[in-house]
């Protein structure tokens, strides 16, 4: 068919050659009706030019079109040749200093760290590398498209908004200069009609849905009978489907139908068949059966050529535009008028309206196309970006409702233009204030998740495929919340606070669907069967983790909002969690003459939630009540009497009694589910509003309420209540050997409350809990990250928690924290903690991991053994506590927690009548640590008028209440000092008692005794002599023992001697010689010594050190030390052998080492010399093993050595080895030590 048009098509571009541009300009300047002229000459020319033959011709067709169709257009324009028009255009036009270049994908953008408002504010290349930001720190990455570079705009920029280039152009501008002063009024006239004609005649083809007709104005009469088969571009389907189906509906090779599938890919459709409508229609019939069998089909329409041919010339349209508009701003002006002039149906019926409107049934090109004439004329524009902005937020819940149900990438759709308007900071805050943009964003994201449970709680089980494809796309809407959010305002009027509010309100109403959500119960006897769905939930809480803290941030600058915002997430808690008793049993606790009544709930047989983020706003908002200081300026316009802290703490506790007990392993049967929300929840990117937040409103209920009453609330919620309440239980609960597993949940889950204890009391580098600043919170976490091990810039970023600007906070304060080590020739560049901030380091930092804080705990206890230090880890001094939480620390001595400390203490004293665990006890003697640390604190800052109230020094002094008359816990700690089964912990007993000399000193020394006289205290004096006496008494037992041990060994001694004269004789004699040779010279002569039998002489030893490879422990070679091996590798060897032919007749009876010299073979051993422990090589040579049999047979790479026949890698070198050689010691040394020990044995 395409050689039969040859001849007509050439014929054709004769007679379109020969047309005159400019007289048909001439013709329109005549004309009544311009737009019926201009409509007919397209109608006439446009199939002429574009969609001849069944494939397109774009050279030629864009050559044509611009003699044919746009030179007329610009000829009328500019009411001359178009050559001279636009230079002249362009000179009178005073250039933008904007540089609003449009980023292709792929191209480099910059942005500036230290000056971007936001992270979206960017600059190209050229204007980067001519602004004062390439000197600052910046952060490079290639662009999607789409985007426009921000050099000019001076909301983009804290400093330097312009490059060299762009500079230029700033000393001219007059602010608000009308761009129309620099165009005659003929021209402008021109412009806005044809202009007008030509934006309306594209719109209109383009958003055209009929398929075989035109719009009346462009019919014409020889229509001909040509159609294309139009393929369009999904999402849905994949490469290979769209191939093997254009195969077999238009019976093309192969190669072809990748260019099809390409260009459709790239284009967003292509025609895949030209003919007449039948043979069209029956390749849509082929391509729609062979696509619809499991997803949607493929979309596919049969169109008239004539209609594809003025879409095509539509698109060249709107670029031609875009073209023009560059010769000056005042065309830009009149684009901009024309597009958002209100039609004659209303609203939504501008030309700019109906393109975003039908958005998302245009194809990829066109979209793309018109986004981009949108982005250089309406977002270049500064007063018409304000009228677009506006019209894009009143269609925003249409528009983003077409995104959802759209199945194109996000960066194809007209709602990614959200990020060119929402970051700009005046725009944002006037849609908010004159369009109530936030409430709209949230209103759309809530009407899109309707999947709610009872409760009004979303709920994402049984998710079908297109409810998660939308909650996927929907996600998006977060991000266009952030964006407003992302850029806080200096200056607030009553309008942008009432409208912020208002947004506020939607805000708690989205936080309210997701309090609660994903309930679990814990599962008994059999495993869960499936998995629940998580995800969905942990997903939401982390894109809106940004948003929850830039909602703070927001209310910390205004007061009043503050205290609204306070008084509205306590009203939806209430709301939440006002009959939180419901349906509960109310009990009474008592413990130590307290009583405070709760009801009793079970978190291991109850439903407990993870997701709590009304009650996380409220913490966070409560700390910037006391960070503000408005909980001291404005208390009467606070609802702090209204609180409940019972209310406040009792989910934050629960979750967290949920995380103890996963870890003591009574949630296993829940699967991995739970697991990974447990991981998520305590992960960096969630934590901040998440965990963090859970210990603050934790705190802020401890600060208001009587701690003894918490620390019981806190016992039943860890199911605990019975052992701490009732005396011996835990003797009688362990002496029950059924219950091992029982007994081994209990003791992690009270290591687990004692953690939880330390974090109250410990966690107060959050300003507003604490007396700190944003920096010292992330000196913290840095000394703590390089309290485990040196890191690299790389690691240490990522496990520091990013704000919504993308930063750290660490270039800030590394330099104060931390020394870096440059790279050798290889590796990387480290930093180490400088060694005077290791004094900050906290055991029980609450942003370690157990296995973070295990390797913390050993590297600072073998940092301390290199200083000859002792090891203890006391906890370190910290800041005080701000006024709204200073009664938190009352807890370290409030009678509950006195009754927990000495229990523990009780059963580590008497260790063999209780089950306990060391962890366990480090908790308390950290606790214990803590509090002397505040008590030391309270008295150097004291002041005269001042009584510190704060005496644990004294209480921790008296002895337990009757009936049990307990030791005093300094009594226990004493004698815990002295007990050898707690060798680890003598350091930090010592460190304990140390300090609590030091202060009992302080109070003494102290003229004006800052404590009241009671006769409690003549009390404490009278207890306290009996118990020095009772420790005086029990110390002058354990020295009379010690004395008598002495005595017995020494006479052993003696008697050995006596039996060993002669022996005893020649040691001395040679003692004596060898000094005198060792004083002269540091070699000891050969001749000296005796070389052999049992009266050899004994020679001065070398101590041996040795570091084991794998767990990098040095210690000594000795008998008595852990056994050390040398990896080896043994092989049959021909090297010594005299005799290659000779054979072992029966190899199984032969001994291998000790083989003739004439053998064919012999054994050889080698080692690379690497050391290990036993027991570690042993660990991992398992570890090897069983790596080896989990993977599977036909995945197995060929490897380098054979794990069935005992071969492994060196663990540092990898060389090859197959066994271990023992590491002895000389055997003179061995032998003389069993000699002495069998003789010591023999008289002992």
Same mark, same amino acid.
């Given at each position: 068919?395409?050689?039969?048009?040859?001849?007509?098509?050439?014929?054709? %571009?004769?007679?379109?050659?020969?047309?005159?541009?400019?007289?048909?300009?001439?013709?329109?300047?005549?004309?009544?009706?311009?737009?019926?002229?201009?409509?007919?000459?397209?109608?006439?020319?446009?199939?002429?030019?574009?969609?001849?033959?069944?494939?397109?011709?774009?050279?030629?067709?864009?050559?044509?079109?611009?003699?044919?169709?746009?030179?007329?257009?610009?000829?009328?324009?500019?009411?001359?040749?178009?050559?001279?028009?636009?230079?002249?255009?362009?000179?009178?036009?005073?250039?933008?200093?904007?540089?609003?270049?449009?980023?292709?994908?792929?191209?480099?953008?910059?942005?500036?760290?230290?000056?971007?408002?936001?992270?979206?504010?960017?600059?190209?290349?050229?204007?980067?590398?001519?602004?004062?930001?390439?000197?600052?720190?910046?952060?490079?990455?290639?662009?999607?498209? !789409?985007?426009?570079?921000?050099?000019?705009?001076?909301?983009?920029?804290?400093?330097?908004?312009?490059?060299?280039?762009?500079? +230029?152009?700033?000393?001219?501008?007059?602010?608000?200069?009308?761009?129309?002063?620099?165009?005659?009024?003929?021209?402008?006239?021109?412009?806005?009609?044809?202009?007008?004609?030509?934006?309306?005649?594209?719109?209109?083809?383009?958003?055209?849905?009929?398929?075989?007709?035109?719009?009346?104005?462009?019919?014409?009469?020889?229509?001909?009978?040509?159609?294309?088969?139009?393929?369009?571009?999904?999402?849905?389907? &994949?490469?290979?489907?769209?191939?093997?189906?254009?195969? $077999?509906?238009?019976?093309?090779?192969?190669?072809?139908?990748?260019?099809?599938?390409?260009?459709?890919?790239?284009?967003?459709?292509? /025609?895949?068949?030209?003919?007449?409508?039948?043979?069209?229609?029956?390749?849509?019939?082929?391509?729609?059966?062979? &696509?619809?069998?499991?997803?949607?089909?493929?979309?596919?329409?049969?169109?008239?050529?004539? @209609?594809?041919?003025?879409?095509?010339?539509?698109?060249?349209?709107?670029?031609?535009?875009?073209?023009?508009?560059?010769?000056?701003?005042?065309?830009?002006? @009149?684009?901009?008028?024309?597009?958002?002039?209100?039609?004659?149906?209303?609203?939504?019926?501008?030309?700019?309206?109906?393109?975003?409107?039908?958005?998302?049934?245009?194809?990829?090109?066109?979209?793309?196309?018109?986004?981009?004439?949108?982005?250089?004329?309406?977002?270049? %524009?500064?007063?018409? $970006?304000?009228?677009?902005?506006?019209?894009?937020?009143?269609?925003?819940?249409?528009?983003?409702? %077409?995104?959802?149900?759209?199945?194109?990438?996000?960066?194809?759709? @007209?709602?990614? +233009?959200?990020?060119?308007?929402?970051?700009?900071?005046?725009?944002?805050?006037?849609?908010?204030?004159?369009?109530?943009?936030?409430? *709209?964003?949230?209103?759309?994201?809530?009407?899109?998740?309707?999947?709610?449970?009872?409760?009004?709680?979303?709920?994402?089980?049984?998710?079908?495929?297109?409810?998660?494809?939308?909650?996927?796309?929907?996600?998006?809407?977060?991000?266009?919340?952030?964006?407003?959010? *992302?850029?806080?305002?200096?200056?607030?009027?009553?309008?942008?606070?009432?409208?912020?509010?208002?947004?506020?309100?939607?805000?708690?109403?989205?936080?309210?669907?997701?309090?609660?959500?994903?309930?679990?119960?814990?599962?008994? !006897?059999?495993?869960?069967?499936?998995?629940?769905?998580?995800?969905?939930?942990?997903?939401? =809480?982390?894109?809106?983790?940004?948003?929850?803290?830039?909602? =703070?941030?927001?209310?910390?600058?205004?007061?009043?909002?503050?205290?609204?915002?306070?008084?509205?997430?306590?009203?939806?808690?209430?709301?939440?969690?006002?009959?939180?008793?419901?349906?509960?049993?109310?009990?009474?606790?008592?413990?130590?003459?307290?009583?405070?009544?709760?009801?009793?709930?079970?978190?291991?047989?109850?439903?407990?939630?993870?997701?709590?983020?009304?009650?996380?706003?409220?913490?966070?908002?409560?700390?910037?009540?006391?960070?503000?200081?408005?909980?001291?300026?404005? #208390?009467?316009?606070?609802?702090?009497?209204?609180?409940?802290?019972?209310?406040? *703490?009792?989910?934050?506790?629960?979750?967290?009694?949920?995380?103890?007990?996963?870890?003591?392993?009574?949630?296993?049967?829940?699967?991995?589910?739970?697991?990974?929300? *447990?991981?998520?929840?305590?992960?960096?990117?969630?934590?901040?509003?998440?965990?963090?937040?859970?210990?603050?409103?934790?705190?802020?209920?401890?600060?208001?309420?009587?701690?003894?009453?918490?620390?019981?609330?806190?016992?039943?919620?860890?199911?605990?209540?019975?052992?701490?309440?009732?005396?011996?239980?835990?003797?009688?609960?362990?002496?029950?050997?059924?219950?091992?597993?029982?007994?081994?949940?209990?003791?992690?889950?009270?290591?687990?409350?004692?953690?939880?204890?330390?974090?109250?009391?410990?966690?107060?580098?959050?300003? !507003?809990?604490?007396?700190?600043?944003?920096?010292?919170?992330?000196?913290?976490?840095?000394?703590?990250?390089?309290?485990?091990?040196?890191?690299?810039?790389?690691? +240490?970023?990522?496990?520091?928690?990013?704000?919504?600007?993308?930063?750290?906070?660490?270039?800030?304060?590394?330099?104060?924290?931390?020394?870096?080590?440059?790279?050798?020739?290889?590796?990387?560049?480290?930093?180490?903690?400088? #060694?005077?901030?290791?004094?900050?380091?906290?055991?029980?930092?609450?942003?370690?991991?157990?296995?973070? =804080?295990?390797?913390?705990?050993?590297?600072?206890?073998?940092?301390?053994?290199?200083?000859?230090?002792?090891?203890?880890?006391?906890?370190?001094?910290?800041?005080?506590?701000?006024?709204?939480?200073?009664?938190?620390?009352?807890?370290?001595?409030?009678?509950?927690?006195?009754?927990?400390?000495?229990?523990?203490?009780?059963?580590?004293?008497?260790?063999?009548?209780?089950?306990?665990?060391?962890?366990?006890?480090?908790?308390?003697?950290?606790?214990?640590?803590?509090?002397?640390?505040?008590?030391?604190?309270?008295?150097?800052?004291?002041?005269?008028?001042?009584?510190?109230?704060?005496?644990?020094?004294?209480?921790?002094?008296?002895?337990?209440?009757?009936?049990?008359?307990? #030791?005093?816990?300094?009594?226990?700690?004493?004698?815990?000092?002295?007990?050898?089964?707690?060798?680890?912990?003598?350091?930090?007993?010592?460190?304990?008692?140390?300090?609590?000399?030091?202060?009992?000193?302080?109070?003494?020394?102290?003229?004006?005794?800052?404590?009241?006289?009671?006769? !409690?205290?003549?009390?404490?004096?009278? /207890?306290?002599?009996?118990?020095?006496?009772?420790?005086?008494?029990?110390?002058?037992?354990?020295?009379?023992?010690?004395?008598?041990?002495?005595?017995?060994?020494?006479?052993?001694?003696?008697?050995?001697?006596?039996?060993?004269?002669?022996?005893?004789?020649?040691?001395?004699?040679?003692?004596?010689?060898?000094?005198?040779?060792?004083?002269?010279?540091?070699?000891?002569?050969?001749?000296?010594?005796?070389?052999?039998?049992?009266?050899?002489?004994?020679?001065?030893?070398?101590?041996?050190?040795?570091?084991?490879?794998?767990?990098?422990?040095?210690?000594?070679?000795?008998?008595?030390? $852990?056994?050390?091996?040398?990896?080896?590798?043994?092989?049959?060897?021909?090297?010594?052998?005299?005799?290659?032919?000779?054979?072992? =007749?029966?190899?199984?009876?032969?001994?291998?080492?000790?083989?003739?010299?004439?053998?064919?073979?012999?054994?050889?051993?080698?080692?690379?010399?690497?050391?290990?422990?036993?027991?570690?090589?042993?660990?991992?040579?398992?570890?090897?093993?069983?790596?080896?049999?989990?993977?599977?047979?036909?995945?197995?790479?060929?490897?380098?050595?054979?794990?069935?026949?005992?071969?492994?890698?060196?663990?540092?070198?990898?060389?090859?080895?197959?066994?271990?050689?023992?590491?002895?010691?000389?055997?003179?040394?061995?032998?003389?030590?069993?000699?002495?020990?069998?003789?010591?044995?023999?008289?002992?």
């Amino acid at each position: 068919m395409a050689s039969e048009l040859e001849p007509e098509v050439q014929a054709i %571009d004769r007679s379109l050659l020969e047309c005159s541009a400019e007289e048909i300009a001439g013709k329109w300047l005549q004309a009544t009706d311009l737009t019926r002229e201009v409509y007919q000459h397209l109608a006439h020319y446009v199939p002429k030019i574009y969609c001849r033959g069944p494939n397109p011709f774009p050279q030629k067709e864009d050559m044509l079109a611009q003699h044919v169709l746009l030179g007329p257009m610009e000829w009328y324009l500019c009411g001359e040749d178009p050559a001279f028009g636009f230079p002249k255009l362009e000179q009178a036009n005073k250039p933008s200093h904007l540089c609003g270049r449009v980023f292709k994908v792929g191209e480099p953008t910059y942005s500036c760290r230290d000056c971007a408002v936001d992270p979206t504010c960017v600059l190209c290349m050229e204007c980067f590398l001519g602004s004062i930001h390439r000197d600052h720190r910046y952060r490079m990455t290639t662009s999607g498209g !789409g985007g426009f570079c921000d050099c000019g705009d001076t909301e983009a920029w804290k400093e330097g908004p312009y490059c060299q280039k762009h500079e +230029l152009n700033t000393s001219e501008i007059e602010e608000e200069e009308d761009p129309l002063v620099h165009l005659s009024e003929d021209v402008i006239a021109r412009t806005y009609n044809i202009f007008a004609i030509m934006f309306r005649y594209a719109v209109e083809i383009l958003t055209w849905e009929k398929e075989s007709e035109l719009p009346a104005d462009l019919e014409i009469i020889e229509k001909r009978d040509t159609y294309y088969c139009m393929l369009f571009n999904d999402e849905v389907h &994949t490469y290979e489907q769209v191939i093997y189906t254009l195969q $077999k509906a238009v019976n093309c090779t192969q190669k072809e139908a990748i260019g099809f599938a390409t260009t459709v890919d790239r284009d967003g459709r292509r /025609s895949v068949r030209y003919g007449d409508f039948q043979y069209c229609e029956q390749a849509k019939s082929v391509i729609v059966r062979n &696509t619809s069998r499991q997803t949607k089909p493929l979309k596919v329409q049969v169109m008239h050529s004539s @209609i594809v041919a003025h879409q095509n010339f539509g698109l060249k349209l709107l670029s031609w535009l875009g073209s023009i508009i560059g010769y000056s701003d005042g065309l830009r002006r @009149i684009l901009c008028q024309v597009g958002l002039q209100e039609g004659p149906d209303g609203e939504n019926s501008s030309l700019v309206d109906r393109l975003m409107l039908n958005d998302s049934k245009l194809w990829k090109g066109a979209r793309s196309v018109y986004h981009q004439l949108f982005m250089s004329s309406l977002l270049m %524009d500064l007063k018409y $970006k304000k009228l677009f902005a506006v019209r894009f937020a009143k269609n925003y819940e249409r528009l983003q409702s %077409d995104y959802v149900t759209d199945d194109h990438d996000r960066e194809f759709s @007209i709602a990614d +233009l959200s990020v060119q308007i929402f970051t700009v900071p005046s725009l944002a805050r006037m849609l908010i204030t004159e369009e109530n943009l936030m409430t *709209i964003i949230i209103k759309t994201f809530m009407d899109h998740l309707r999947h709610r449970d009872a409760q009004g709680r979303f709920q994402f089980e049984r998710y079908t495929a297109l409810q998660a494809f939308k909650f996927r796309r929907v996600q998006s809407l977060i991000l266009d919340l952030k964006y407003v959010l *992302i850029s806080k305002p200096t200056e607030w009027s009553d309008d942008l606070r009432e409208k912020f509010l208002e947004g506020f309100d939607a805000f708690l109403e989205l936080l309210k669907c997701m309090q609660g959500m994903d309930p679990i119960t814990r599962q008994v !006897g059999q495993h869960i069967e499936m998995e629940p769905e998580w995800e969905a939930a942990f997903t939401l =809480q982390m894109k809106l983790t940004h948003v929850i803290s830039m909602m =703070q941030d927001w209310c910390a600058l205004d007061e009043k909002v503050l205290i609204e915002a306070y008084k509205k997430c306590l009203a939806v808690l209430m709301q939440c969690h006002g009959g939180f008793t419901d349906g509960e049993q109310p009990i009474t606790l008592s413990i130590c003459g307290h009583s405070v009544e709760t009801i009793r709930y079970c978190v291991s047989q109850e439903k407990v939630s993870i997701h709590l983020p009304v009650s996380r706003l409220l913490a966070g908002l409560h700390v910037l009540l006391s960070k503000s200081e408005v909980a001291y300026k404005f #208390p009467e316009l606070l609802p702090l009497s209204e609180l409940s802290p019972p209310m406040l *703490i009792e989910h934050p506790l629960r979750c967290l009694v949920l995380c103890a007990q996963v870890h003591a392993g009574m949630w296993r049967r829940n699967g991995f589910s739970l697991v990974n929300q *447990i991981y998520y929840y305590h992960n960096v990117k969630c934590r901040r509003e998440m965990f963090d937040k859970d210990i603050i409103m934790l705190q802020t209920g401890v600060s208001m309420m009587d701690p003894n009453h918490f620390l019981m609330i806190m016992l039943s919620r860890f199911e605990l209540y019975q052992i701490f309440s009732t005396p011996d239980y835990g003797k009688r609960f362990s002496s029950e050997i059924t219950h091992k597993d029982v007994v081994q949940q209990n003791n992690t889950l009270i290591e687990e409350m004692l953690y939880l204890i330390i974090m109250l009391v410990g966690e107060r580098f959050s300003p !507003g809990v604490g007396q700190v600043n944003a920096t010292d919170e992330i000196k913290r976490e840095i000394i703590h990250q390089l309290s485990i091990k040196p890191m690299a810039h790389s690691e +240490l970023v990522k496990s520091l928690p990013e704000d919504e600007n993308k930063e750290t906070g660490m270039e800030s304060v590394i330099e104060a924290v931390a020394h870096f080590k440059k790279p050798g020739l290889t590796g990387r560049g480290m930093y180490e903690l400088k #060694p005077e901030c290791a004094k900050e380091f906290n055991l029980y930092f609450y942003h370690f991991s157990r296995a973070e =804080q295990s390797k913390a705990e050993e590297a600072q206890r073998k940092l301390k053994r290199q200083n000859r230090e002792d090891t203890a880890l006391p906890p370190p001094v910290l800041p005080p506590f701000c006024p709204l939480f200073a009664s938190l620390v009352n807890i370290l001595q409030s009678d509950v927690m006195l009754c927990i400390m000495r229990t523990v203490l009780q059963w580590a004293v008497e260790h063999n009548g209780y089950a306990w665990s060391e962890s366990m006890l480090q908790r308390v003697l950290h606790l214990i640590g803590m509090a002397l640390q505040e008590e030391k604190q309270h008295l150097d800052n004291v002041t005269e008028e001042h009584v510190v109230t704060f005496t644990f020094t004294q209480k921790i002094s008296k002895p337990g209440e009757a009936p049990n008359n307990s #030791p005093s816990i300094l009594a226990m700690l004493e004698t815990l000092q002295s007990a050898p089964y707690l060798d680890v912990h003598k350091d930090m007993i010592r460190w304990i008692l140390k300090t609590f000399n030091a202060i009992k000193k302080i109070r003494e020394s102290s003229s004006t005794s800052p404590v009241a006289e009671t006769e !409690g205290t003549i009390m404490e004096e009278s /207890s306290r002599d009996k118990d020095k006496a009772e420790r005086k008494r029990k110390a002058e037992i354990a020295r009379l023992r010690r004395e008598k041990i002495m005595a017995q060994m020494s006479e052993m001694q003696r008697h050995f001697i006596d039996e060993n004269k002669e022996l005893f004789q020649q040691t001395l004699e040679l003692d004596a010689s060898t000094s005198a040779v060792l004083d002269n010279s540091p070699m000891v002569s050969d001749t000296a010594l005796t070389a052999l039998g049992p009266a050899q002489t004994q020679v001065p030893e070398q101590r041996q050190f040795v570091t084991c490879i794998l767990c990098q422990e040095e210690q000594e070679v000795k008998v008595e030390s $852990k056994a050390m091996v040398l990896a080896a590798f043994v092989q049959r060897s021909t090297v010594l052998s005299k005799n290659r032919s000779k054979f072992i =007749q029966d190899p199984e009876k032969y001994d291998p080492l000790f083989m003739h010299p004439d053998l064919s073979c012999g054994t050889h051993t080698g080692s690379c010399g690497h050391i290990m422990h036993a027991h570690c090589w042993q660990r991992y040579f398992d570890s090897v093993q069983a790596k080896e049999q989990r993977r599977q047979q036909r995945l197995r790479l060929h490897t380098s050595y054979d794990v069935e026949n005992g071969e492994f890698l060196c663990p540092l070198c990898e060389c090859l080895s197959n066994t271990v050689i023992p590491l002895l010691l000389p055997p003179r040394n061995i032998f003389n030590r069993y000699h002495f020990f069998k003789e010591f044995r023999k008289y002992g």
